[in-house]
């Protein structure tokens, strides 16, 4: 009776600096479960970009307008242009009016005097402004991160599951459910004017950029894992 009570204590300890490791840990009749959590700064190294285009024209000038718009998109970067809207109507005059959005990623260093560039482009009947500016992380900086904290978290259950097999000799451990969980912290955008507005994603309209915006250019990944283990006696 005093070697049982004498490791039922051991257990109890052992158990409790799991606990510590862990974020949670409970023990059931036939399954322990625990949450792990880990975190990760990613970086966003490009911005998509998106360019408004206004003409008003002549059904004649459609074709040298379509080679001015995209001379001044090259202007902007040589970079692929993709054309994601393109509305068009026509007044009483037999006057055109194009409503167009182009949208391509740049590198975040390109983003410096880009609203000079592309006020510069405007002529009579052709009007280009920056639409929107989105520096968030590509999908594939995403990816990689969430790839490494899954195999962090793996290994620190694959650690748990040793120490918790050790103090329970007689029983295995077996993975029963493994859940992933993430979620973001998001970056307060500071302006000039001493204004604060919190995004899932920085998002600048139109030549705000030249306003004196502070942009945030990493974002901390939290992955969480909800683990089960069976008790197989």
Same mark, same amino acid.
């Given at each position: 009776?005093?070697?049982?009570?004498?490791?039922l204590?051991?257990?109890?300890?052992?158990?409790l600096?799991?606990?510590?490791?862990?974020?949670?840990?409970?023990?059931?009749?036939?399954?322990?479960?625990?949450?792990?959590t880990?975190?990760?700064?990613?970086?966003?190294?490009t911005?998509?970009?998106?360019?408004?285009i206004?003409?008003?024209?002549?059904?004649?000038e459609?074709?040298?307008?379509?080679?001015?718009?995209?001379?001044?998109?090259?202007?902007?970067?040589?970079?692929?242009?993709?054309?994601?809207?393109?509305?068009?109507?026509r007044?009483?005059?037999?006057?055109?009016?194009?409503?167009?959005?182009a949208?391509?990623?740049? #590198?975040?260093?390109?983003?410096t005097?880009?609203?000079?560039?592309? &006020?510069? *482009?405007?002529?009579?009947g +052709? $009007? =280009?402004?920056?639409?929107?500016?989105v520096?968030?992380?590509?999908?594939?900086?995403?990816?990689?991160?969430?790839?490494?904290?899954r195999?962090?978290?793996?290994?620190?259950?694959? #650690?748990?599951k040793?120490?918790?097999?050790?103090?329970?000799?007689? &029983?295995? *451990?077996?993975?029963?459910? +493994? $859940? =992933?969980?993430?979620?973001?912290?998001?970056?307060?955008?500071?302006?000039?004017?001493k204004?604060?507005?919190?995004?899932?994603?920085?998002?600048?309209?139109?030549?705000?950029?030249s306003?004196?915006?502070?942009?945030?250019?990493?974002?901390?990944?939290?992955?969480s894992?909800?683990?089960?283990?069976?008790?197989?006696?």
């Amino acid at each position: 009776m005093l070697m049982k009570k004498i490791f039922l204590l051991v257990c109890f300890t052992f158990l409790l600096n799991a606990a510590a490791t862990a974020h949670a840990i409970e023990m059931e009749e036939d399954k322990i479960s625990l949450n792990l959590t880990e975190e990760a700064w990613i970086t966003a190294k490009t911005a998509e970009v998106h360019i408004a285009i206004h003409a008003s024209i002549r059904p004649q000038e459609a074709k040298r307008t379509i080679n001015k718009i995209n001379n001044g998109l090259e202007k902007i970067s040589k970079t692929k242009w993709r054309f994601t809207r393109f509305n068009t109507s026509r007044d009483k005059t037999d006057t055109e009016k194009w409503q167009i959005t182009a949208q391509t990623r740049l #590198d975040t260093k390109a983003l410096t005097g880009i609203s000079a560039i592309v &006020n510069n *482009l405007s002529a009579p009947g +052709l $009007r =280009f402004n920056i639409e929107t500016i989105v520096i968030d992380p590509a999908p594939q900086t995403y990816a990689e991160a969430i790839s490494h904290l899954r195999k962090t978290i793996i290994a620190k259950a694959m #650690d748990e599951k040793n120490k918790l097999q050790t103090a329970m000799p007689g &029983n295995k *451990l077996r993975l029963k459910t +493994l $859940r =992933f969980r993430t979620s973001h912290h998001n970056p307060v955008v500071q302006t000039s004017h001493k204004r604060t507005m919190e995004m899932n994603i920085l998002k600048v309209r139109k030549n705000n950029l030249s306003q004196g915006y502070e942009l945030p250019l990493s974002k901390k990944l939290f992955l969480s894992a909800d683990i089960e283990f069976a008790i197989v006696k």
